[in-house]
Structure formats: C-alpha cells, structure tokens
C-alpha cells in the first residue's frame, strides 16, 4: 500500500524559509515525476513544484518560481521543497504525490501546514 507521508512544516514569518519532506512508500518511486501541491483554506489543491524520474529536469508554478526548489533523492523515496522567501499567500497545506501526465498518482498523505505570518 502506498503511503505518502509529508513533514517540516510550521509558522514561519514572512521572508523566511522552510524545508518540506515527503517519505513515499509501498512501491518504488524511482520511474515516477514526483511533484508538491497546496491547498489554502477555501480554494481549491493547486500544482507547486514537480521533479521527473532522474531528477534533473524541474517545473514550478510562476507564483513560486525562483523561490521554492524541488529536488528528490531517489534512493531514500523523498521528495523535498525548499522554500525561500514565504509570502503570506504561501499559506497552505502541501501535499506531495507521484506525478504522471501533471495528474497525481496514489492517495494524498495527510499534508504538512505552513503558515506565513506577515
């Protein structure tokens, strides 16, 4: 059974940084992109960050490029985000999940809270 279980996050003020990790297990993850989302109270689970199979190719929303970075170690079957310069609007649950065709694969984790204080 695939698990999917998200940490780091917490309350951080504005222009701080944090680091999520995303522990997978129950099936190798290795051929799979792997990718972070969010969800702010009241709207809808929205696309963050993905990383392919091998690592080396990354994609991001505009509203978090050149401030989060995606990046995995395969052999451990993690996935991590580091999040530089939080806005408030960054406020949200995350979530990761394997990614194929941009849509997720398995059942969502519980999530991670990150809260940004202006």
């Known amino acids: 059974q695939v698990q999917l279980v998200e940490s780091g996050g917490g309350l951080v003020q504005a222009g701080g940084s944090l680091r999520l990790s995303c522990a997978a297990s129950?099936?190798?993850?290795?051929?799979?992109?792997m990718g972070w989302f969010r969800q702010a109270p009241g709207k809808e689970r929205e696309f963050v960050a993905a990383?392919?199979?091998?690592?080396?190719?990354?994609y991001y929303a505009d509203s978090v490029k050149g401030r989060f970075t995606i990046s995995r170690d395969s052999a451990k079957n993690t996935v991590y985000l580091q999040m530089n310069s939080l806005k408030p609007e960054d406020t949200a649950v995350y979530y990761c999940?394997?990614?194929?065709?941009?849509?997720?694969?398995?059942?969502w984790g519980p999530g991670t809270q990150v809260t940004v204080s202006s």
């Open positions: 129950g099936r190798t993850f290795s051929s799979y992109a």
């Open positions: 999940n394997a990614v194929r065709n941009g849509n997720p694969q398995f059942a």
């Open positions: 990383v392919n199979w091998g690592g080396a190719v990354t």
